[in-house]
């Protein structure tokens, strides 16, 4: 008897381990999946992580989102912002680092918050103090219901770029620009008096075109380009642009004809086209 006691015993045993075992192990899906979007920006990089809630038939801003009331900008952990180099947003400096993305909705216009205090579940433990920043933004309707909240870049540029927040029927536009201009310029400029074979000719000019910056300086590093690389069809278009852009249509169609031969004698199908596109701008 007690041998079958033991026995019985050690099979429960044995049953109620392989039951608390698979209750540990069973995973069901998440109601808020997460997500996480990272966009090239400037220098730098802008990473967002989130989790994106439902509508589930709900009323959300006004409803399940009271409005005058923060809220995580998501669920779960609150939204988290992370910039590797200084940006403007809204017009305001913000550094480098890690926030929480926290926000106020109202009916038409939402304050949002980046908070330095990144690691928070919900809004629970928000404290205003540790606020970095706030600024107030426009909400827009819209026509097409978003199901799940949706965060996504739009508009980006080398310079510029909007974060839109979207649920439901409503989205936030936030607009953000790069703040390393000076430090870009002041490299430029730097490498630009070294040794002439190791100067970044091709990006300085580019950058200087795009960016509006001294037309006169990116024309003469585009007479040296050409000078050390004749046969480029590369140098020929951005002097091209250089010239139409300063005004003298005449002078850029004569340089961009100059580029299309060149890229025809070595088939350079990309820079034929490039070339003539600056030709045809200009007769226009």
């Given at each position: 008897?007690?041998?079958?006691?033991?026995?019985?015993?050690?099979?429960?045993?044995?049953?109620?381990?392989?039951?608390?075992?698979?209750?540990?192990?069973?995973?069901?899906?998440?109601?808020?999946?997460?997500?996480?979007?990272?966009?090239?920006?400037?220098?730098?990089?802008?990473?967002?992580?989130?989790?994106?809630?439902?509508?589930?038939?709900?009323?959300?801003?006004?409803?399940?989102?009271?409005?005058?009331?923060?809220w995580r900008t998501g669920a779960n952990a609150a939204t988290t912002i992370t910039f590797t180099e200084n940006v403007i947003v809204e017009g305001n400096k913000v550094p480098a680092g890690t926030y929480a993305l926290f926000s106020i909705p109202e009916e038409n216009e939402w304050t949002i918050i980046l908070n330095k205090t990144a690691r928070q579940w919900g809004a629970y433990s928000y404290k205003q103090e540790d606020?970095?920043?706030?600024?107030?933004?426009?909400?827009?309707?819209?026509?097409?219901?978003?199901?799940?909240?949706?965060?996504?870049?739009?508009?980006?540029?080398?310079?510029?770029?909007?974060?839109?927040?979207?649920?439901?029927?409503?989205?936030?536009?936030?607009?953000?620009?790069?703040?390393?201009?000076?430090?870009?310029?002041?490299?430029?400029?730097?490498?630009?008096l070294g040794d002439k074979a190791k100067r970044p000719y091709f990006n300085a000019i580019q950058y200087f075109y795009e960016n509006d910056k001294d037309l006169n300086l990116a024309m003469k590093w585009a007479l040296e380009a050409e000078q050390m690389e004749p046969n480029g069809p590369w140098y020929k278009l951005w002097k091209a642009r250089i010239q139409l852009k300063m005004g003298d249509k005449a002078k850029a169609i004569a340089t961009a004809q100059e580029g299309v031969k060149i890229a025809l004698a070595t088939n350079d199908d990309e820079y034929v086209r490039l070339n003539e596109a600056v030709i045809n701008q200009a007769k226009n």
């Open positions: 008897m007690k041998n079958a006691y033991c026995c019985l015993c050690a099979i429960l045993l044995a049953c109620f381990t392989s039951f608390s075992s698979l209750a540990q192990e069973l995973r069901i899906p998440e109601a808020s999946s997460t997500q996480t979007i990272i966009q090239d920006f400037g220098l730098g990089k802008i990473t967002l992580t989130y989790s994106r809630p439902n509508v589930k038939g709900r009323k959300i801003f006004g409803g399940i989102n009271p409005f005058g009331q923060v606020d970095l920043l706030r600024f107030k933004v426009k909400s827009r309707p819209v026509d097409e219901k978003r199901e799940s909240l949706t965060m996504q870049f739009a508009n980006s540029t080398t310079k510029s770029t909007d974060l839109y927040i979207v649920w439901d029927h409503t989205a936030v536009p936030i607009h953000m620009q790069t703040d390393d201009d000076a430090q870009i310029t002041a490299n430029i400029e730097k490498l630009m």
